[in-house]
């Protein structure tokens, strides 16, 4: 069964980063486009990043530049790397990828940015 386990959230202060994991099993990370969702209380579930099949990469542009996503083929995960971190990124982080017609989540894990 598909599963992806994300990890790395916490508390940060602004300024701070982190690093986000999303260990992927039952599928191959490099041969999938992987993304990163964030869901704020009392917002929509947003698109933060994209790594392609082919190791291209787009940002949504409230992190370009601060934000990037990578993947480690070997350990078949991918993470999301935060830095100058916001106020306004508090949010649960989730993995996404779709394979055929069915598209999996991860739990998500909390990002919390405050001082």
């Known amino acids: 069964q598909v599963q992806l386990v994300e990890s790395g959230g916490g508390l940060v202060q602004p300024g701070g980063s982190l690093r986000l994991s999303c260990e992927a099993s039952?599928?191959?990370?490099?041969?999938?486009?992987m993304r990163w969702h964030r869901q704020a209380p009392g917002k929509e579930r947003e698109l933060v990043a994209v790594?392609?099949?082919?190791?291209?990469?787009n940002y949504a542009d409230s992190v370009k530049g601060r934000f990037t996503i990578s993947r480690d083929i070997a350990k078949n995960t991918v993470y999301l790397q935060l830095n100058s971190l916001k106020p306004e990124d508090t949010a649960v982080y989730y993995c996404?990828?779709?394979?055929?017609?069915?598209?999996?989540w991860g739990q998500g894990t909390q990002v919390t940015v405050s001082s």
């Open positions: 996404n990828t779709w394979i055929g017609s069915t598209t999996y």
């Open positions: 039952r599928f191959t990370v490099s041969r999938n486009a």
């Open positions: 790594i392609g099949a082919s190791g291209g990469t």
